[in-house]
């Protein structure tokens, strides 16, 4: 009996996989003072719904489930990935300094607390869903910091907040590439 089992094997690279940001410097993590309401708002972008927590996870399995067959758009999801890391990872100097707890429960305002869950997470089965998806939870996430620049009257904390943004405008263009090139 002939054993027709063949090997499959990843040819994709991702060794040499960046973050996709823009090539600008961020401001000083600091804050004015301490000040829990501020944690609270930013603990929302960190775990909330639309957060960076939700935007790592989906990025990376829709990298995990596109890599063989598209392994250059696959790198491009990775590098938003990496790049929203980067992000939570400010957001989370940004919670402590402020006197919050870093952790993966978002506090709504009204004293409501929420805990991140992956029924955060949009995952449609066809790429271009993916992407869509990708795109519309990057512009929600925009409009989310908008929100909470206005609220927030620490100009340390907005600076990092806007840049950002500078981040999720990028990504916004870079999806809209990959969608066009479907």
Not at 56 to 78: A, D, H
Request: hydrophobic content about 40%; glycine content about 4%; proline content about 5%.
């Amino acid at each position: 009996m002939q054993n027709n089992n063949k090997m499959i094997v990843n040819d994709c690279d991702f060794s040499s996989v960046r973050p996709a940001m823009m090539e600008l410097p961020y401001p000083p993590v600091q804050v004015q003072a301490r000040n829990p309401e501020y944690a609270d708002l930013l603990s929302i972008d960190y775990c909330g719904q639309i957060s960076e927590m939700s935007a790592v996870t989906q990025y990376i399995n829709n990298e995990s489930r596109m890599f063989c067959e598209r392994c250059p758009m696959g790198k491009t999801v990775m590098g938003m990935a990496m790049a929203e890391m980067i992000h939570m990872q400010k957001l989370g100097e940004l919670i402590y300094l402020l006197g919050g707890n870093v952790c993966f429960t978002a506090k709504q305002p009204g004293g409501q607390s929420w805990m991140w869950s992956p029924q955060c997470l949009i995952l449609p089965e066809k790429f271009s869903e993916m992407l869509q998806a990708d795109l519309e939870r990057e512009q929600a996430a925009i409009g989310q910091y908008d929100m909470h620049i206005q609220w927030i009257r620490d100009p340390y904390v907005n600076a990092v907040l806007y840049r950002i943004i500078q981040d999720e405008q990028y990504h916004i263009m870079l999806l809209r590439s990959l969608l066009d090139s479907m």
